[in-house]
């Protein structure tokens, strides 16, 4: 489909208005919001960071395709997330220490406002003591992204933080981003992964039951 397509080669050449308005055209185009995010947006981020590990783009041309994205990604939200419905618990999220990656964080913490759960968004580059505070807030969930191999070690430095705190019973820890799996989640003593942001719903649904 040709607008898909265009939204794609928007997102790699990071132009961000002519992201914004195919979304736009997409919508009223009548394609689904998932569609727009999933053949568009992502695929188009995927091939930024294809085109990067290929040493054929450099940091700044990443940055400029994740501000088209992000803009892109502002005018979706109202369609992914569907409203009105109810709290089903509160949801700490944050890119941990070191890391500025904020595009899959974003994502997640937007799935699951559209599925109900509140959202305390603590940003990127997010210390322990911060998920600890939010902990004492009330948070339920505590949701950790990392992009970079070498602030994913962050995540379990994190997670003995909260237990060394004491709130490691009172809380379900999951964790996400590109170099993570289930067996370092495991490793580190998460409750759990997901590899994608609807996954995060079923996932979150899932460490509350247990
Ligand atoms: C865009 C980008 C940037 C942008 C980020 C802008 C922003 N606002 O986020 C900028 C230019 C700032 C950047 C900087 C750097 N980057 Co960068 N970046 C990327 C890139 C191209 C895309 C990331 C992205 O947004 N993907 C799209 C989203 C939708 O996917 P996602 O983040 O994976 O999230 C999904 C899932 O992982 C999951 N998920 C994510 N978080 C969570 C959390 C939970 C709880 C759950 C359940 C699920 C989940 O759901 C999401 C939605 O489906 C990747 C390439 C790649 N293949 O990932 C490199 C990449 C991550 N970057 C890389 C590097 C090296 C860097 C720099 C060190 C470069 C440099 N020399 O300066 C710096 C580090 C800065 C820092 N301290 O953080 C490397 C990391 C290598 C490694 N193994 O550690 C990558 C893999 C590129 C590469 N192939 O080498 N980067």
Redesign the pocket.
Known sequence: MAILEELRAAVVDGQAKVAVAKVSEGLAAGIEAGTLLREGL?AG??E??QL??EGEVF?PE??V??RAM?AALAVLKPHLVAEGVPSNGRVAIGTTQ????????N??AMMLEGSGYEIVDLGVDVPAAKFIEAIRDGANVV???A????TMTNMQSTIEAIREAGLREQVRI??????ITKSYADEIGADG?????SS?VR?VKEVLAA
Do not use: F
Request: aromatic residues 4%.
């Open positions: 992502i981020m995927a930024v960071g990067y590990e940091v990443m940055l395709a994740a992000t070191g890391d500025l990656h904020d595009i899959g964080k994502l997640v949701a950790m992204s992009l970079l191999t070498t999951i964790v996400g981003g590109a170099p992964y997901a590899e994608d942001a995060a996932l």
